[in-house]
C-alpha cells in the first residue's frame, strides 16, 4: 500500500501508511479509554476515520441530515484580532451573514470576567444595539479565569507561590476565597448581560485554573439558573481533565480534582447548564489520527450519559485540532466531520 | 477554522435554518435531532430541508424570518425575531425586553 500524506498534532506534514494511521488511530483511543475509564471506539468507527484519514481530498464533510449547530468563543474577538478593522456590531454581522453561524457571541477584548465586570455598563448599550441589528442567537461571554484573581493581579495570596513553601492549608483557602469572588462576578456581569436580552451566557475555558475554577463557574451557573430560568448557560471546558489545584473542592458530594468529560458533564447539568462543551487537548507529539480517535472516545463517553446538548471545543488545539495559528484544511475537516459522526454531537 | 467548521459540520445560520434550531436547543435544551423535527413541524417543511438554502429561502421569506440579503420591505432584526417568536412558539429574551420597554 502507497503512503499517504498525513500530519502531526503541531501540524506538520509526515508521510505514513493506512496500517500506521490504524494503528495510531487504536493507540489514541486505548489511552483515552484507559484515563477516563471508558469503552474505546469500536471497529466500524475505527474502519470510519481510516476512511477519512485515507481519503486523497482536502476536505471531509459530515454526511447530509448530520449538521449540527455552531457556537463560537469570543467570536468577534477573532475578527480584530487578525486586524480587520471593524467594530463588534459589524464583527457580529460578518459572522451572522458570511461565515454562515449557527449562533455567535459578543465578548471584550480581555476576555475574562474579571475585568468586564468594571466596564460592564459600557458593554451592555452595544449588545443592546447588536441585538436589535442581528438576527441569529447572540451569547455574552467570558472566561471565569480564577488565576486572575491571584497576586500580582488580584487580591489574593498565590497559591503558586504559598504550595512551594509547604503552605498547603494557606493555598486552598487562597483559592476558595478567590472562587467565592469569582463566583460573584460571574453573576454580576452575566445578570447585566441577561438584563439586556442577551439569548445566552457563554462561560468559555472553565476549569483552566483548576478545580477552584469549575467550582466557581458550576455555582455562579447554579445562581443564574435560579434567577433566569428560561436563559441559556453553555459552560465549555478548558482541559480534557480538572486539575486537582486545590484537590479537595467538591460540588453535590462529588469531588472535582481529576474529573473527565463524562463525569464533567453530570455536574454541569446538576447546576443548570443548557449547552456543555467537553474538550479534550491535542498533543503535539502524537499523529492527527491519535489526536482525533482519543478526542471521539473522551467525547462520545460524554455524549451517551448526557441529557443536555453537547457542543464539543473544536478550535485550535482541541478536539482533534492541530496546534498552529492557522489549522490546515485538511486536518479541521476530517477532525469535524470524525467527533461530528462518530460522538453523536449536538454541536461544535 | 470558523468556516471550515461551518463547511465540514455546521448547519449554515440563516442562509437555512441554523439559527432556528439552534434557538430551540438553547430555550429548550432540545438535543440536536429532536430540535431539528420540532422546527421542521413548525415551519412545515421535511428535516432535510433545513439545510437547503433554496428551500428556506423561500419558506425563511414567506415567513418573515430574516435574509442573509436583506430585501426592501422584509423584516430585518429584531422584526425578524418577533417573526421567529411567534413562529416557534419560544420566548426570545431581546424581543421580551423590546416588548416591555415599548409598551
Redesign the interface.
Known sequence: MGTILHRMGDGSIIETTAKEIMADLVEGSEDAAERGRVSPLKKEEYDYLLDIFCSPYK????E?????????DA?TL?IRRVGVHVDRIAALQI???L?????MELAHVDYSFKPVKPIAKFEQPIL?QA????????FYGAQPNLGLYSQPDGPFPNPAELMPMGKIAEAQASYEAAAEHLTRDIVYTSSLM???????INLDTTGSAGDADFLATLLAAEQIRAKYP???IEIGMSGEFVLGMHSELTYQDQRLAGMYPHEQVKLAEAAGA??FGPVCNTNTSQSAAWNLARAATFIKACCEVAQ??IHAN???GVGG?TVADQ?P?DV??RS??GM?TICR???? | MAITHSHASGMGGMRVAGDLVARVQMTRGMRIQEAKAYVAEKLGVAVADLTDPIMMTEVRTDLGLGLVTPLPGVPKGIEAKFNIARVLDIDINCVQRFKDRTA
Open positions: 476536505f471531509i464533510s459530515v447530509p441530515g448530520r449538521e449540527v449547530v455552531l457556537t463560537y467570536a477573532k459572522y451572522e451573514k461565515m454562515g453561524a449557527d449562533t443592546e441585538l436589535l441589528a442581528t438576527h441569529i442567537p447572540l441577561i438584563e439586556s436580552g442577551a439569548d445566552g428560561d436563559i441559556c443548557t449547552i443536555i446538548p473544536m478550535g485550535m485540532v489549522p484544511v479541521v475537516s469535524s466531520a461530528t454531537l449536538d454541536g461544535l
